[in-house]
């Protein structure tokens, strides 16, 4: 089988797209934690625009968030006497998103990876809590609700997280490959 040659603006498009990815590779905790931090302050930045007068700018965040969550305010924390943008579970689980990711950045080398049983047992309480409720049988506390959504933020960085370093690892070690077969050199560590 003949390989194709991509020459010109093609080849140059492939190799933008390819240093883009080794990029990414190397730095997609970086960027996960950045967009779980964002994620995670934004409904809590909702209320403080709301209590200074930024009706617009708070208005979108809480807009934005009904996708994500249902804002019931009877489970919502509220900050200057304004609910916060998605409820106190949702508060802890992308809370937790993101604390779990700074902490994975520390001690990714030792995190182990998570068994799916594991996973599971770690998960079921939020499940419990939810449906129960959902379905009539008793009323959660948002102690109870924050705990459960810790527990499954923490469990899903666990899980995720080592299985993304694995993958994003083999993803630099063929593009490095890739680019070092066409004469380019792979980008350095810091870029």
């Not at 990815?21 to 709301?50: K, Q």
């Not at 979108?60 to 968030?65: C, Q």
């Not at 969550?69 to 009877?74: D, I």
Request: charged share 15%.
């Amino acid at each position: 089988m003949v390989e194709a040659q991509v020459t010109g603006p093609a080849r140059d498009l492939v190799v933008l797209f390819d240093r883009f990815l080794y990029w990414l590779s190397r730095h997609w905790l970086a960027v996960v934690n950045i967009g779980a931090g964002v994620f995670a302050a934004l409904p809590v930045l909702a209320p403080i625009l709301l209590a200074n007068g930024f009706t617009g700018p708070a208005n979108a965040i809480y807009s934005a968030y009904q996708v994500v969550c249902h804002q019931m305010p009877s489970r919502s924390f509220f900050i200057e006497g304004f609910q916060m943008a998605y409820c106190q579970r949702n508060f802890a689980i992308y809370t937790t998103i993101f604390l779990g990711g700074l902490a994975y950045a520390l001690w990714r080398k030792k995190v182990p990876l998570l068994p799916l049983w594991v996973y599971v047992i770690l998960i079921l309480p939020m499940a419990i809590d939810g449906f129960t409720q959902l379905f009539g049988l008793r009323l959660s506390t948002p102690e109870l609700r924050v705990f459960t959504g810790t527990l499954f933020g923490g469990a899903s960085v666990w899980l995720a997280y080592p299985y993304l370093d694995i993958g994003f690892a083999d993803i630099r070690r063929d593009v490095e490959r890739q680019l070092t077969k066409v004469g380019v050199v792979a980008p350095t560590a810091g870029g």
